[in-house]
Each structure stands twice: as structure tokens, then as C-alpha cells.
């Protein structure tokens, strides 16, 4: 059995997916377990410098584009979006989201659990998912490593509370949310 536990908009099998992250060419890449979003997010978001801005990526139609939208917000507004829609970001299998500042950090959760943190300075992400179970291997696999014609995975919408990622869109443009 994984150690990787999947969040609900995801199926595939990741049994041989480990707590591990690698290192290369400034980023920190691993595949978050499901466990661990509500975690990681809230600690990591107190790294950033502000100004920084949230982004949420979301699927453009039925094409395979996505439509990237922005909102500049400070991190306890970072926070309160986290406490508002981690339900939907912490378990849709579809979007892809994320947090950034303008000192060049990013944090990018992208698809089937794949989350790419870049920064000049990992050493102030490193300890978060050390803090978390996962030890540095640079031969780590994320699941998009094992994705193959015989394990092709699956990725779906999930709702919660009634809502879905286009709520997230409708209601955020409301105080701000911008289309990139």
C-alpha cells in the first residue's frame, strides 16, 4: 500500500509513490498526500512575502487549456481563502492552484498531487514537508512518474458543501479575482 493517500478527485494507482521530495534547478517537487494539504498549505503561505497573490487554474471548457486567474491579497487573506475553499482545493482532481509572491516564490499544486514549490530560498520550505513525513531523495516519483498507458489515472470535479471550483471564481471575482 501507498504511503500516498489520494485525494477524492483523484484515482490511480500510486502504491509505489513515497513520502519523498526531490531537488532540481531551484524547485522542490513532490506529490502531497492528501493528509497533508491543510498542513503544509497553512504553514507554507507564512513563508511568503508579501505582496503576494493567490491563482487558480481552471479548465477552459471541454479543450484541454486552462484559464488562469490572479487575486492580490495579503496572507491572512491568503489564509482565509485556504479556510474557506480548502474543501474544493484540497480535493478537486481538476484544478490546479497555488500561491505566489512577487520575491519569486511560488507554490504550485498541480495535477494528481504533484505540488512544485520554486523559490531562491528553499531552505525556508524544506523544513515544512521535513516537518511532514517526507525525506529528500533525488530519485523521488511523483505520480505523473507512474501515469502509463496500463495506469492511466483519473481526475474529477468534487463539490463540497454545494460548491465547486467555479464558485471559488465566481465568488473571489467579487473582492477582486482577475482573469490572467
Given at each position: 500500500m501507498?504511503e500516498?493517500k489520494?485525494?477524492?478527485g483523484?484515482?490511480v494507482?500510486?502504491d509505489?509513490?513515497?513520502k519523498?521530495?526531490r ?6 517537487t513532490l506529490?502531497?498526500s492528501?493528509e497533508?494539504?491543510?498542513s503544509?498549505?497553512r504553514?507554507a503561505?507564512d513563508k511568503?512575502?508579501e505582496?503576494?497573490f493567490f491563482?487558480?487554474?481552471i479548465?477552459?471548457?471541454?479543450s484541454d487549456?486552462?484559464l ?11 489564509k482565509a ?6 474543501g ?10 497555488g500561491?505566489?509572491?512577487e520575491?519569486g516564490d511560488?507554490i504550485?499544486m498541480?495535477?494528481f ?15 515544512i514537508?521535513k516537518?511532514l513525513g517526507?525525506k529528500n ?6 505520480i ?7 495506469n492511466p489515472g ?8 454545494d460548491e465547486?471550483?467555479?464558485?471559488i471564481v465566481?465568488?473571489?471575482t467579487e473582492?477582486?479575482?482577475?482573469l490572467?
Open positions: 501507498s500516498i489520494l485525494i477524492a483523484v484515482s494507482n500510486a509505489s509513490i513515497k519523498e521530495y531537488i532540481d534547478s531551484g524547485w522542490l506529490t502531497l492528501a497533508d494539504y491543510r503544509f498549505f504553514q503561505v511568503l512575502t505582496p503576494m491563482f487558480i487554474e479548465p477552459d471548457g471541454d487549456e486552462y488562469t486567474y490572479y487575486l492580490n491579497c495579503t496572507v491572512p487573506v491568503a481563502i485556504l479556510k474557506r475553499y480548502g474544493i482545493l484540497f480535493s478537486d482532481g481538476v484544478i490546479r492552484f500561491f505566489g509572491s520575491e511560488e504550485y498541480q495535477e498531487q504533484r505540488l512544485g514549490i520554486y523559490s531562491n530560498s528553499l531552505s525556508k520550505f524544506e523544513p514537508v516537518s517526507y531523495n533525488p530519485e523521488a516519483l511523483t505523473w512518474d507512474v501515469l502509463s498507458d496500463d483519473m481526475r474529477e470535479c468534487v463539490e463540497c458543501d465547486g471550483f467555479e464558485d465566481e465568488n473571489l473582492v477582486g479575482l482577475y490572467g
